[in-house]
Nanobody, 122 residues
Framework: QVQLVESGGGLVQPGGSLRLSCVAS????????MSWYRQAPGKEREMVAN???????TVADSVKGRTTISRDLAKNTVHLQMDTLSPEDTAIYYC????????????????WGQGTQVTVSS
């Protein structure tokens, strides 16, 4: 009933930038939080940044200063802009949303996208 679809991944040269987008669709009633996570090979999934509906934003220390997250509340969309990429940023990037649907009586649950591969290499 709910889908999160990411776009914008691919191969990026060191020092370059990326912009990821995620659109949530389906039987959505309300989205409390939208986030980006990433998982590098052999490592645990980690939070990159999140944005609440009240515009409170959190960015992980590891990417702070070169990462911007933004939401379009009307379009159920979240974007991630990362600059000055290095090979350490290579990972699968996942979109996450904490949302309620019209069919679950207002309870909020976690939803995940399929992930988009970002590879930083020359």
């Amino acid at each position: 009933q709910v889908q999160l679809v990411e776009s914008g991944g691919g191969l990026v040269q060191p020092g370059g930038s990326l912009r990821l987008s995620c659109v949530a669709s389906g039987n959505i009633k309300s989205i409390s939080l939208m986030s980006w996570y990433r998982q590098a090979p052999g490592k645990e999934r980690e939070m990159v940044a999140n944005a609440r509906s009240d515009n409170w934003i959190t960015v992980a220390d590891s990417v702070k200063g070169r990462t911007t997250i933004s939401r379009d509340l009307a379009k159920n969309t979240v974007h991630l802009q990362m600059d000055t990429l290095s090979p350490e940023d290579t990972a699968i990037y996942y979109c996450h949303a904490l949302l309620s649907t019209h069919s679950n009586l207002g309870s909020f649950y976690d939803y995940w996208g399929q992930g988009t591969q970002v590879t930083v290499s020359s």
